[in-house]
């Protein structure tokens, strides 16, 4: 999965040479923290980043794979907005974050003034995909078959997820509805964020679960509903897992990834980033992290500064082309 | 495997030495977290998350489970102590015991939460070993029509909240309504009543507005009205020992709430603070003398105190049997599991017998060594209320300002945090109730989201609400509720006149 994903990447421009300075750190050809590094997860404890954010720090510690200690720091609000605009404001290169792609969405919905681009973008290390469940009794056994019904009436299913409309959960999808032709502005969605949408789901409140595939995946397995589609270009690994048709080969020729890499505040050196680069390729490599992958279900998905850049350039790219074309945003 | 030959399993594991062992670590990790204001038990399960990794899965996750559990403990004693409910499931707490700890019956108030808690949780566990896999289908009943009416339900708890004036409760509770809109509505992702600030974009933290309005204003009150007698030192704490009248007044709120608590806290999103208000609700409805409600009363106390235990166990149920989180914290919980390599949900009980059984089993001695560890402890917290007075509001503060910036680590925070002490302080001097305030807080904002959720799944038809038998029963005994004290007195009116005229 990871080598196609990233094939699908081009090489990689040295968009960053541009924007870091060059003139600081030439002395020595190195740079190392001389200090705790501030691994910050801009949410509250538990949830996505906040765990991603202590697998991580956890596994450097424990592997002693860098010279300081990674201490991870919780700083929830806005969705992000807050922690983002706290580590601008700081500009210290001890100070990074886990992000997702709600960096992108919510820059571009308008609630925070800062985006990927006001960052250094360090690497990418994991990936979930995203599913659309529907009940194990509902009528439709693939995605053509909602996709049709939905196109002769848009109303004929609600989507439930737990991300506002122009979000996450929301966008992924309308991204794909939108390629098979549905009219997806009348299309039913509503949000819940209280972990009663699968509640929803089950009790036939709502018809489709837009959601992460290892959050469906169990529920599936139990046979409690049934999963249409995963967003990734090919099938997953795993004895459950490669069952499971892609959206892409039922004939809907785009993909969603939920990506989760660490990002730096601006204008970091070449030295600094180098580091951190290295510093996360080495803790993807190790068992232990690779047991954690393991147990919840994330994919490797390195990728380097400047193809994390190039690759989040796209995806910015692709998400305002969608919001613009949904009218979640104006033109 | 049966639920006994189950059950024996579950046992081994918490009794063995280790079992007991981090059962205890984790009720009194729980205990403390709970009675310290800012600290809730979703960012004490997080931060564990990273350390037992690794550990055996069915110990480490009843420590956990005891964190949650022994939270829900602990946070009364801040409540009905100081005024300051540092969880939301122990609001209902506060408004009969902190009058009881006024009236130099701290002992006694805190001896009641502590028995309360003990009783709601273990027929909490009784209930959850038995029914866990019928009551699966309970859990997933409810859509949003149906926590509409239940939330319409919790709200009339207004109207019972209010001593004096019942238009001055509803302005209370409108302006409740108006702050809980405010940040990013989740239906259509547009942020309201943020002004363009990103401190708000997330609302406001029901922290910020429990500790201004409760302990905050308390404080300021207590300081400005200090000649008036509110600075002079508490004599004394009381006696721990309940009559046998006392323990026979008690009795019924116990009973009823237990289950009642235990069935609402199945429901996911529902949980131990709507529990501990309808509790509220409901014994104050039921009460020979509804008038004692707010000044002491122990049923007052009881009701939610027995409620929020039996419910925090009762959501356990939806996240063991079906891998649905309820909560914040049992989302947290989740997450626990899933690093430990189990994955909660129907496969649980035959593929991890020993982690589903071992939890609930050690519910028993969890709430056992609760109850343990509490009773003899209460003198000693009780004794805080002795305190020099001006001493003591000191610390007051200093914990508020502490617990609200644990929480988001912003200063903002606290600027509101002054905020809604200085309304908290307006709203006693001209004696608008605080209750109905917080309460509409709570339930407004998933009420408003049901409700709108509910009109764009029938696409805007009111329909919706009474084709669902659940929502309509709910609305019904809404109704009934409403009307009833109403015609009672109608009743009671005709009777009197007709025994004059006899």
Known sequence: ?331 | MGVFDGLLTGLQVAFSLQGILFVFIGVLLGTIIGMIPGLGPISAIAIMIPITYGMDPAIALLMMAGVYYGSMYGGSTSSILLNAPGVAGTVAASFDGYPMAQQGKAGKALAISAICSFIGGTVGVVLLMVFSPLLSKVAISFGPPEYFALMLLGLLAIASLSDGSVVKAFISATLGFIVVMIGIDAQTGTSRFTFGNINLLDGIDFLVIALGLFAIAEVAFLILFRKAGGLKDAKSIGTLKLTKDEAKEIAGPTTRQSFLGFFLGVLPGAGATISSFIAYITEKKLAKKPEDFGKGSLKGLAGPETANNAATTGAFVPLLSLGIPGSGTTAVMLGAFLVLGIQPGPLLVSEHPDVFWGVIASMYIGNIILLILNLPLIPYLARILLIPRPLLISLVLMFCFLGVYAVSFNIADLYLLLLFGILGYLMRIFAFPAAPFILAFILGGMMEQSLRQSLTISGGDLAIFYESPIALTIFIVSVLFLFVPVLKGIIKKGRNTTNLSA
């Open chain 1, 1 to 331: 999965m990871k080598c196609t994903l990233m094939a699908s990447i081009c090489i990689a421009g040295f968009m960053l040479g541009a924007c870091s300075s060059e003139a600081a750190n030439s002395s020595s050809g190195e740079w190392e923290p001389a200090k705790t590094v501030e691994l910050v997860a801009p949410s509250g404890a538990g949830g996505g980043w906040d765990t991603t954010a202590r697998m991580v720090a956890k596994v450097i510690d424990e592997a002693n794979l860098a010279n300081k200690s990674f201490g991870v720091i919780n700083k929830p609000g806005g969705g992000g907005a807050i922690g983002w605009a706290d580590n601008y404001r700081r500009n210290d290169p001890h100070n990074i974050f886990v992000a997702s792609p709600p960096l992108i969405f919510i820059h571009l919905n308008e609630q925070s003034k800062y985006g990927f681009k006001d960052f250094t973008p360090l690497a990418n290390l994991i990936a979930d995909y995203g599913a659309f469940a529907v009940r194990a009794d509902a009528k439709w056994d693939n995605l053509q078959e909602l996709f049709d019904d939905l196109k002769k009436d848009p109303t004929a299913a609600t989507v439930i997820g737990t991300s506002t409309p122009g979000s996450m959960a929301h966008m992924q999808f309308v991204q794909f509805a939108m390629e098979a032709g549905v009219d997806v502005k009348n299309v039913r969605y509503i949000t819940e964020q209280d972990g009663g949408a699968i509640t929803s789901l089950l009790n036939g409140s709502v018809d489709v679960f837009s959601t992460s595939v290892s959050v469906a995946v169990d529920q599936a397995r139990a046979g409690k509903i049934k999963i249409l589609g995963v967003t990734s270009s090919d099938r997953l690994q795993g004895d459950f897992l490669s069952d499971i048709p892609t959206v892409k080969e039922q004939g809907y020729d785009a993909e969603f990834v939920n990506w989760r890499g660490v990002l730096g505040p601006p204008n970091m050196t070449d030295e600094q980033i180098h580091y951190y680069e290295k510093l996360f390729e080495k803790m993807l490599a190790t068992e232990q992290f690779a047991e954690i992958q393991e147990q919840f279900g994330w994919n490797t998905m390195y990728l380097d500064s400047s193809e994390f850049t190039e690759f989040l350039e796209e995806q910015e790219n692709d998400m305002d082309r969608l919001l613009k074309a949904t009218g979640f945003k104006k033109e």
